[in-house]
Nanobody
Framework: QVQLVESGGGLVQAGGSLRLSCAAS????????MGWYRQGPGKQRDLVAR???????DYADSVKGRFTISRDNAKNTVYLQMNSLKPEDTAVYYC?????????????WGKGTPVTVSS
């Protein structure tokens, strides 16, 4: 099993910054990627940023240049630095871990951490 624990969400004014953290534990071998998704009110859950086991990163167009994903392999932790936050960034942010289990790719999710950006 895999456990993901997020932290760092909260309330911030537009233009401000927040840093999210996600600590992974358990069976995290054969890791493909870790990343962050978000789900706003009445919306679907969408990719925000992802980092592969090889260090490649991928960002949603809406956050490019403002958000940075990074990881600390020794701590099995991934971070999301969010700068120049906008009200439209308001959402619950979920940590995701994708790993290979036999012939399948398995997704694991954290419980989510809310981010509210006031105008």
């Amino acid at each position: 099993q895999v456990q993901l624990v997020e932290s760092g969400g909260g309330l911030v004014q537009a233009g401000g910054s927040l840093r999210l953290s996600c600590a992974a534990s358990g069976s995290i071998f054969r890791l493909n990627s870790m990343g962050w998704y978000r789900q706003g009110p009445g919306k679907q859950r969408d990719l925000v940023a992802r980092i592969t086991s090889g260090g490649l990163t991928d960002y949603a167009d809406s956050v490019k240049g403002r958000f940075t994903i990074s990881r600390d392999n020794a701590k099995n932790t991934v971070y999301l630095q969010m700068n120049s936050l906008k009200p439209e960034d308001t959402a619950v942010y979920y940590c995701n871990l994708n790993r290979q289990l036999f012939a399948n790719n398995m997704d694991y999710w954290g419980k989510g951490t809310p981010v509210t950006v006031s105008s």
